[in-house]
């Protein structure tokens, strides 16, 4: 039977293409291959294998992609559909990885044992070490699947939209549909549902009452007899801030004298509904208690959950004979680390309230009647308290000192001090205006630069540590060296720090929430700090170097 030249011939159907679960691109794994061998490079802090296994498949999986995205460019350019690789370079990519990613993660080890010695650090996890390997490569598949869903994503909205519209606009507004719903869903579904979750969370602990912490008896205290704060509405961090620190006596005990029960004023979330009235309720208690009555005011803006570090109040009161008065306040549920992501707002509003309601009060007494006014804070706390003021000249106009330590790097002032610092001076140790008002140092006990000017007046001390990652963290490190690793590092951090694009991102923001699980001096973890700060800043007579030794050991075995 012969076929009809006018009908076409059947033509058999084109195999589907199956999409394959773990396929993957040779030049995505070269991208993948190298950023994951550069994870181990060194960062701030220690890092165990767990942590160091997710940094890893994060910068993995960021490796893919450059790597597919840099192969699909250059096809572009050299016009040529993409080619499936040969045997023969699998292989070449086999060997290398095995050589390559045992190298890296031998000197990762030996990289992280001489940060641990740097720091004191003598735990070591063999089994965590261990695991980095597998969870490196877990991540990486988790991230690698989402971005394969994201992409078959958009295919089947192009796709759907091609009934309607060109081709190249479905492309393009495919992918601005599929980019924004995935940004509204991490954002508004994932980000914003674990905020509200762990608000909720910490607000229930916020109830409690940390052990060892009891109602004061002292009319001295907010939640004590008289207080206009009642005890319940503290918090848990405003119970444990009035409801300990040094006695009169502990304080006399140190400085071999007659000393005073130091004032300590408080208002928590509970306590009234508003920041401006919670901050005006706060100065009242204050003024209740005879807080202005004494030689030195501290106001203190709280870091996350309304914590105030013991150690920066116990160096101040020890230092001032007990004569002394701090006010403090609540702006959050939630833990610091948290609040530093996504509480600056409220940080910056509390700083500024209560400041302002404190100065109010103290202006309009006599000036030979008025205590010395000061002002700290810590991590996000130094970023609530800079907000109150424009800058060097009305710090030094409106405060008789301030201590602000492990300052955030988005910190105003801090930033505006540190990028106009005098040439030649390291940006982990820079000297503003010939340190006339503003000065910063890592460690007190070493002196403060720069040495042979002069410190008259206000002293405004920026404590900030080499290896604190709340300080340097930033998202220009993505895609920018700061100069702190282009110089030379400071006493705590290795040499063979270097900046890598992304790589360095994601390590520093890695170190953020273990920025206190190192010894004090290290990291964001400042006590001993606090007693020559204070020192410097308060410039009190009669203490010398044994009692600040003293002092010193007092504060690291505080609770």
């Given at each position: 039977?012969?076929?009809?030249?006018?009908?076409?011939?059947?033509?058999?159907?084109?195999?589907?293409?199956?999409?394959?679960?773990?396929?993957?691109?040779?030049?995505?794994?070269?991208?993948?291959?190298?950023?994951a061998?550069?994870?181990?490079?060194?960062?701030?802090?220690?890092?165990?294998?767990?942590?160091?296994?997710?940094?890893?498949?994060?910068?993995?999986?960021?490796?893919?992609?450059?790597?597919?995205?840099?192969?699909?460019?250059?096809?572009?350019?050299?016009?040529?559909?993409?080619?499936?690789?040969?045997?023969?370079?699998?292989?070449?990519?086999l060997?290398?990885?095995?050589?390559?990613?045992a190298?890296?993660?031998?000197?990762?080890?030996?990289?992280?044992?001489?940060?641990?010695?740097?720091?004191?650090?003598?735990?070591?996890?063999?089994?965590?070490?261990?695991?980095?390997?597998?969870?490196?490569?877990?991540?990486?598949?988790?991230?690698?699947?989402?971005?394969?869903?994201?992409?078959?994503l958009?295919h089947?909205?192009?796709?759907?939209?091609?009934?309607?519209t060109?081709?190249?606009?479905?492309?393009?507004?495919?992918?601005?549909?599929?980019?924004?719903?995935?940004?509204?869903?991490?954002?508004?579904?994932?980000?914003?549902?674990?905020?509200?979750?762990?608000?909720?969370?910490?607000?229930?602990?916020?109830?409690?009452?940390?052990?060892?912490?009891?109602?004061?008896?002292?009319?001295?205290?907010?939640?004590g007899?008289?207080?206009?704060?009642?005890?319940?509405?503290?918090?848990?961090?405003?119970?444990?801030f009035?409801?300990?620190?040094?006695?009169?006596?502990?304080?006399?005990?140190?400085?071999?004298?007659?000393?005073?029960?130091?004032?300590?004023?408080?208002?928590?979330?509970?306590?009234?509904?508003?920041?401006?009235?919670?901050?005006?309720?706060?100065?009242?208690?204050l003024?209740?208690?005879?807080?202005?009555?004494?030689?030195?005011?501290?106001v203190?803006?709280?870091?996350?959950?309304?914590?105030?570090?013991?150690?920066?109040?116990?160096?101040?009161?020890?230092?001032?004979?007990?004569?002394?008065?701090?006010?403090?306040?609540?702006?959050?549920?939630?833990?610091?680390?948290?609040?530093?992501?996504?509480?600056?707002?409220?940080?910056?509003?509390?700083?500024?309230q209560?400041?302002?309601?404190?100065?109010?009060?103290?202006?309009?007494?006599?000036?030979?009647?008025?205590?010395?006014?000061?002002?700290?804070?810590?991590?996000?706390?130094?970023?609530?308290?800079?907000?109150?003021?424009?800058?060097?000249?009305?710090?030094?106009?409106?405060?008789?000192?301030t201590?602000?330590?492990?300052?955030?790097n988005?910190?105003?002032?801090?930033?505006?001090?540190?990028?106009?610092?005098?040439?030649?001076?390291?940006?982990?140790?820079?000297?503003?205006?010939?340190g006339?008002?503003?000065?910063?140092?890592?460690?007190?006990?070493?002196?403060?630069?720069?040495?042979?000017?002069?410190?008259?007046?206000?002293?405004?001390?920026?404590?900030?540590?080499?290896?604190?990652?709340?300080?340097?963290?930033?998202?220009?490190?993505?895609?920018?060296?700061?100069?702190?690793?282009?110089?030379?590092?400071?006493?705590?951090v290795?040499?063979?720090?270097?900046?890598?694009?992304?790589?360095?991102?994601?390590?520093?923001?890695?170190?953020?929430?273990?920025s206190?699980?190192?010894?004090?001096?290290h990291?964001?973890?400042?006590?001993?700090?606090?007693?020559?700060?204070?020192?410097?800043?308060?410039?009190?007579?009669?203490?010398?170097?044994?009692?600040?030794?003293?002092?010193?050991?007092?504060?690291r075995?505080?609770?």
């Amino acid at each position: 039977m012969t076929r009809d030249p006018q009908v076409p011939p059947l033509q058999e159907p084109a195999p589907r293409t199956r999409h394959r679960l773990f396929h993957l691109t040779l030049p995505g794994c070269w991208g993948a291959l190298v950023l994951a061998c550069l994870s181990f490079t060194p960062s701030l802090l220690p890092r165990g294998g767990i942590l160091q296994g997710l940094i890893c498949g994060i910068t993995a999986a960021i490796g893919y992609g450059i790597g597919v995205l840099a192969a699909y460019v250059w096809r572009a350019f050299a016009d040529r559909d993409p080619r499936s690789p040969s045997r023969r370079s699998w292989l070449v990519l086999l060997v290398c990885a095995i050589v390559l990613f045992a190298l890296a993660f031998g000197l990762g080890q030996y990289w992280q044992h001489e940060i641990r010695r740097l720091m004191g650090v003598t735990d070591y996890n063999v089994i965590g070490a261990v695991a980095c390997p597998f969870v490196a490569a877990l991540v990486f598949w988790l991230l690698l699947l989402a971005g394969r869903g994201l992409r078959r994503l958009f295919h089947w909205v192009a796709d759907l939209l091609d009934r309607w519209t060109g081709p190249r606009a479905a492309r393009v507004v495919g992918w601005l549909l599929v980019v924004g719903l995935a940004w509204s869903v991490f954002s508004g579904l994932l980000l914003g549902g674990f905020v509200n979750v762990a608000n909720e969370a910490f607000s229930v602990r916020d109830t409690q009452t940390p052990e060892g912490v009891h109602q004061p008896t002292s009319v001295l205290r907010s939640g004590g007899p008289g207080s206009l704060v009642p005890w319940d509405t503290l918090g848990r961090e405003g119970r444990a801030f009035t409801g300990s620190g040094p006695s009169a006596g502990e304080i006399g005990a140190f400085t071999h004298g007659t000393a005073r029960e130091p004032i300590r004023a408080y208002a928590g979330l509970s306590t009234t509904g508003d920041t401006e009235s919670r901050a005006e309720r706060a100065v009242a208690d204050l003024e209740r208690a005879g807080g202005f009555k004494r030689a030195n005011l501290l106001v203190m803006t709280t870091t996350g959950s309304g914590w105030v570090d013991p150690a920066a109040v116990d160096s101040f009161e020890y230092l001032g004979n007990g004569d002394s008065a701090t006010v403090a306040m609540q702006y959050s549920y939630l833990p610091s680390w948290l609040s530093y992501l996504v509480d600056q707002s409220k940080a910056r509003e509390a700083g500024r309230q209560l400041f302002d309601a404190v100065y109010d009060k103290w202006s309009k007494l006599p000036q030979d009647q008025r205590p010395r006014l000061f002002v700290a804070g810590e991590s996000l706390g130094s970023f609530g308290g800079e907000t109150a003021f424009s800058g060097e000249y009305d710090l030094r106009n409106r405060t008789a000192g301030t201590l602000f330590a492990g300052p955030p790097n988005f910190n105003t002032l801090f930033r505006e001090f540190s990028d106009h610092r005098q040439a030649g001076s390291p940006e982990i140790e820079p000297v503003y205006k010939d340190g006339r008002t503003v000065r910063f140092t890592d460690d007190p006990t070493a002196g403060i630069p720069p040495a042979d000017r002069p410190w008259d007046g206000t002293r405004v001390l920026y404590l900030m540590h080499p290896s604190d990652p709340i300080v340097w963290w930033s998202p220009s490190l993505a895609l920018s060296e700061p100069d702190w690793i282009g110089q030379a590092p400071g006493k705590d951090v290795l040499g063979a720090m270097v900046w890598m694009p992304f790589v360095t991102f994601w390590q520093v923001t890695a170190d953020l929430p273990f920025s206190t699980g190192v010894p004090d001096g290290h990291g964001h973890t400042y006590k001993a700090a606090y007693v020559d700060g204070w020192n410097a800043v308060m410039r009190p007579t009669g203490f010398t170097a044994q009692d600040l030794d003293r002092l010193r050991d007092i504060v690291r075995s505080a609770p």
